[in-house]
């Protein structure tokens, strides 16, 4: 399985590369009133306009200091949108069993944690993140 690795303030997450379309530099995000809380606003790519998701608050942990330098824009079922991220890392060839399951009922989009070359990255079910 091949994942997209990227910083949220000092933690690691990753996502399945099959989930993602591209990774752009941070742009101008139009503001949506009355939007809920998780969507940053709307960003145009390429002509296609999506929704910008604040995965920081979709995954209950702080905002950084840090800016957001990335956007990977992600495929979920017919509909493409973004999430900001502080730092894209790279691209990991993970084998299935390098992946431990978590059992935390309350975070079911967690896939599992995967311990590789003294790092613990998070992998994350975007689907179900979303979903939620």
């Not at 000092?10 to 101008?28: G, K, L, N």
């Amino acid at each position: 399985m091949q994942v997209v690795v990227f910083k949220l303030n000092d933690e690691q997450f990753a996502v399945e590369t099959s989930r993602v379309q591209t990774i752009v530099e941070s742009m101008t995000v139009t503001k949506v009133p009355k939007a809920p809380d998780y969507v940053k606003g709307l960003i145009n790519i390429r002509g296609n306009v999506l929704s910008l998701l604040d995965i920081n608050l979709l995954l209950d942990i702080y905002e950084s200091e840090c800016e957001d330098e990335s956007i990977i824009i992600l495929k979920l079922e017919e509909e493409l949108v973004g999430i900001s991220v502080n730092q894209v890392d790279e691209v990991l060839d993970i084998e299935e069993n390098l992946i431990e399951k978590v059992d935390d009922d309350k975070k079911d989009y967690v896939k599992g944690v995967i311990n590789f070359k003294d790092r613990i990255v998070t992998l994350i079910d975007i689907d179900k993140l979303v979903k939620n």
